[in-house]
């Protein structure tokens, strides 16, 4: 059965995880498409499309949700979901389950994936990484991968599979109150370290929104920035700071235990 990821993936622990989903799998093969970069996709030509996100501010980020508004609708296409966070997932799994039903499609399963947090003033504080995802949650998201691969065994056998229901979690529910305006400001104002900065354009390129140029100088747009931590996370010598963070907290992952964890080779 040939099948579709569409991801998003700030720091590459998304990114990572699906590949190792992908290795995994044994009746179907996956391609990848990359929420962030865009470009054309033709869903007809897949059987099975899986959809996974990070968690920003315990919901979907708002490229994820644009790109899940812009699919066109589906006659129950079958659909997965899956999500990495580092402290609470929230309420991704349900917008992102609410979104795909808007659009027609069948969700057969879902799950969630405690990752190394990648937020830097977190990591700021805590001066240590996480070792997440622990033994009992890594043996969660195994035994999701291979109930995956049982269910597209069932489809390609008998050609259906039970939909799933996700029902709301009222703690992310609460917390996904939180104002858009407020996560827009969160990260403040940003900066460039000239002394270090290689004008590279790297902080330009993966930043999903758009609020990054690269002419003569770096510029950010902050109405167009949602507090995404990409360019901060990505400069790799480190140049962009804001008013509270300058020096720490960087994460340009995946980071070495997570990769040894999720290893593909």
């Not at 405690?114 to 805590?126: D, I, L, N, Q």
């Not at 920035?225 to 992952?253: D, L, M, V």
Request: net charge positive; glycine share 6%; charged share 25%.
């Amino acid at each position: 059965m040939r099948g579709l990821i569409c991801y998003c993936s700030n720091t590459g622990n998304t990114e990572l995880a699906c590949k190792y989903l992908d290795k995994n799998i044994s009746n179907a093969h996956f391609d990848f498409y990359n929420i962030s970069e865009g470009g054309y996709i033709n869903l007809d030509e897949y059987q099975i499309i899986g959809f996974a996100t990070f968690t920003h501010w315990w919901g979907m980020p708002e490229i994820c949700e644009k790109f899940l508004n812009s699919l066109n609708s589906q006659k129950n296409k079958n659909a997965f979901i899956f999500n990495t966070y580092s402290y609470l997932s929230g309420n991704t799994k349900r917008e992102m389950y609410s979104k795909l039903k808007e659009k027609g499609f069948k969700v057969i399963s879902a799950h969630s994936l405690r990752v190394p947090t990648s937020y830097p003033p977190k990591r700021a504080r805590e001066k240590k990484s996480s070792t997440s995802p622990t033994f009992k949650e890594f043996w969660k998201f195994n035994c999701f991968i291979n109930k995956l691969n049982e269910y597209i065994e069932k489809l390609s056998r008998d050609g259906k599979v039970d939909e799933i229901k996700i029902r709301p979690d009222m703690l992310g529910v609460v917390l996904c109150k939180y104002p858009r305006t407020k996560i827009k400001d969160n990260m403040g104002k940003k900066f460039v370290d000239t002394k270090l900065c290689i004008r590279c354009g790297e902080c330009e390129k993966v930043c999903p929104y758009d609020a990054v140029s690269f002419k003569k100088k770096i510029t950010f747009d902050q109405s167009k920035c949602r507090s995404c931590w990409a360019c901060f996370n990505n400069c790799p010598q480190q140049a962009i700071y804001t008013e509270n963070i300058k020096g720490s907290g960087h994460y340009k992952g995946p980071c070495k235990q997570l990769t040894m964890k999720l290893k593909l080779k």
